[in-house]
């Protein structure tokens, strides 16, 4: 399956380098943008699932060991969940 991702990300035009090896998955700062944008998503629509939070926590953990240098803005918890906190 990461070969058929591998191939995709490259049909793409994505640099080699931003594809993860193993797993075939986007790695660019396109991609990391959109995840993390889709999780502050779900985390000011959920702002109480313990389910989502430990997802969001491994999001953040799989980005950080991938793109450290990317993942600088991404919140914690309480702050991106800090939206929902008027409703």
């Known amino acids: 399956m990461a070969d058929c991702r591998i191939a995709l990300c490259l049909a793409r035009g994505l640099p080699i380098d931003e594809i993860d090896a193993v797993r075939g998955y986007d790695l660019s ?3 990391y943008r959109e ?12 702002p109480d699932s313990d389910w989502l939070r430990t ?9 950080a060991r991938h793109r450290p ?4 803005d991404w919140p914690e918890w309480a702050d991106a969940t800090e939206r929902s906190e008027g409703r």
Do not use: P, T
């Open 29 to 31: 700062e396109r991609a």
């Open 35 to 46: 995840v993390r944008d889709r999780w502050l998503e779900e985390a000011d629509a959920h």
């Open 55 to 63: 997802r969001y926590q491994h999001a953040f953990e799989s980005w």
């Open 69 to 72: 240098d990317l993942v600088g």
